[in-house]
């Protein structure tokens, strides 16, 4: 018995290999570069996850962790990035801008979304690459190394999880809904408006879900493993990729007034349209404007 499923495994990784090799040669030759980037980053982590000696950790801000892993990972990928793409920028998580500030094209990277999950080693992290042409994303990469889970979109091309087309899930209520959110604990003066909002949400909903890397939980609403996401304060790096792909695999993103400002406050609220107008209603700003804070 065993050894059948031990040969349908080695079948299927076999079969996914292939299709991942096949679906790479056609991809986009910038995000065939960004997933190529963020397999090396990913391989990293997943050497040093659960290796606490193996790594130092600093505190940037209060509870806002970098490690030396985070480091290396950055300087991988944007060697990378800036090897096949001389003139482009980059606008980096721990470096800030680097390259050609004038270049209408700019990579936004974060090494390690979840860092803190790495750093107590619990694995649930990834590397997240976008790319924006004159301010639009063109090609997102996140890429979650424990789990071997490569999600990837090029706009308008669709979204794709190792290869495979993945898709928002139906739902069209918060009925049985399972919504995936963080805690502002960066913005501890948001913190009464979101806890208002939070029994709102649990009232009314299945299940919530805090794993702590955005960039995952927008790309597990774009695969349909979370019905719908909110979160305050996220910086670029945190969405830049995992909007695009969630918005590829046919969800929307908006802020809490259902406005496309969530690119500069980091305030997103997202789902398929039902689950976004659900989330929208239970928001209902006009009677928790602190939300908007
Ligand atoms: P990070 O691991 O790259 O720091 C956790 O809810 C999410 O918030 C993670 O994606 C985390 O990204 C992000 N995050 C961490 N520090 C943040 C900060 N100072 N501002 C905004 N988002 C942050
Ligand atoms: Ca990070």
């Known amino acids: 018995m065993h050894e059948v499923f031990s040969d349908i495994r080695v079948y299927e990784t076999l079969r996914d290999a292939m299709l991942f090799d096949k679906w790479n040669l056609k991809m986009h030759p910038m995000l065939n570069i960004a997933a190529r980037a963020a397999r090396s980053a990913g391989n990293l982590i997943a050497r040093n996850l659960g290796q606490q000696g193996s790594f130092e950790v600093e505190e940037k801000n209060k509870d806002d962790l970098v490690t030396t892993i985070d480091k290396q990972c950055e300087k991988v990928i944007i060697d990378t990035l800036l090897k096949s793409y001389r003139d482009h920028s980059v606008l980096a998580e721990e470096s800030g ?3 050609n500030p004038d270049s209408e094209y700019q990579w936004v990277i974060d090494p390690i979304d979840g860092t803190t999950n790495f750093v107590k080693g619990i694995a649930h992290c990834a590397v997240s690459i976008a790319l924006r042409h004159n301010g639009k994303t063109e090609v997102g990469v996140v890429f979650d190394p424990m789990l071997n889970e490569m999600f990837t979109a090029a706009r308008g091309e669709g979204a794709f999880l190792n290869g495979h087309r993945i898709r928002v899930s139906p739902r069209d209520s918060l009925d049985g809904a399972i919504i995936g959110t963080a805690f502002p604990t960066r913005y501890r003066d948001r913190m009464p408006a979101y806890l208002e909002l939070f029994s709102r949400l649990i009232a009314n909903c299945a299940d919530v879900r805090r794993m702590g890397s955005a960039s995952l939980d927008l790309c597990y609403v774009a695969c349909g493993r979370f ?3 909110l979160e305050q304060g996220l910086k670029p790096w945190d969405f830049a990729a ?4 969630l918005r590829e695999a046919g969800g929307i993103v908006s802020d809490f007034m259902g406005e496309t400002g969530y690119v500069k406050s980091g305030n997103l609220v997202s789902g398929n349209p039902k689950m976004l107008r ?12 602190a939300i908007l804070k």
């Open 97 to 99: 801008v680097v390259g």
């Open 227 to 229: 019905d719908g996401y």
């Open 242 to 245: 995992g909007d695009l792909i």
């Open 278 to 289: 659900a989330l929208l209603k239970i928001c209902d700003v006009q009677n928790l404007p």
